[in-house]
């Protein structure tokens, strides 16, 4: 099962972490695992590459899947808002997929 935690600050979403296998398919036929892992990564690619943002990484594929993303508070108003975009769409996206998958994946969210 998947265990994905959506971390908030203020109001803000300021990180994520998600591990474990969805374990919904055969390795490369799980489009639950799929689905959760092209999320993830587009959303740092967002933070980082769209917004500009230098997004506290770290992650381990082969001891049961595990990403975690930290957000740094951002002081600029143009990036925040880009940056929640952004996180808010992630969290829409889980949220989606935890309701119409919910015996692969577990959410839920942390202060």
Do not use: W
Request: net charge negative.
């Amino acid at each position: 099962m998947i265990k994905a935690t959506i971390k908030r600050y203020r109001g803000h979403v300021s990180g994520f972490t998600v591990t474990g296998h969805a374990d919904a398919g055969e390795y490369g036929q799980d489009i639950v695992c799929s689905a959760v892992s092209v999320l993830s990564i587009t959303t740092v690619n967002g933070l980082q590459e769209v917004v500009g943002l230098d997004v506290d990484v770290d992650s381990d594929d082969d001891n049961g899947g595990y990403l975690s993303v930290n957000v740094p508070v951002v002081s600029d108003s143009k990036k925040r808002i880009q940056a929640d975009a952004v996180l808010n769409t992630f969290a829409n996206g889980m949220a989606d997929i935890a309701e119409s998958y919910s015996k692969y994946i577990k959410l839920s969210t942390a202060k």
